[in-house]
């Protein structure tokens, strides 16, 4: 079976919570290699996150990716906590 799944994030709201959290959710949400391909840009930040809630969308347990391992591992992380939050 072929899932799709699609997501849009406010840049504003990741920049927001990079503001409020700075490190702490960085290192939370994504890895050593997506942060220094981010390189700060709301904008990457704000794609990457969308494009993980995408995945998560299309399987059917959530997926949360070691921030310091960059592997994935099934389970719920602070970035599908957060969405439930909303």
């Known amino acids: 079976m072929q899932r799709i799944g699609v997501d849009a994030v406010s840049v504003d ?3 927001l919570a990079v503001k409020r959290s700075g490190p702490g959710f960085l290192n939370k949400v994504y890895t050593p290699a997506e942060q220094a391909y981010c390189a700060g840009n709301d904008e990457r930040l704000a ?3 969308a494009a993980k809630e995408a995945v998560i969308k299309t399987a059917s347990t959530p997926i949360r990716c070691r921030a310091r391992t960059g592997r994935p591992a099934r389970g719920c992380s602070a970035m599908t906590a ?5």
């Open 47 to 49: 794609g990457r996150w």
């Open 13 to 15: 709201r990741i920049a």
């Open 82 to 86: 957060a969405h439930r939050s909303r």
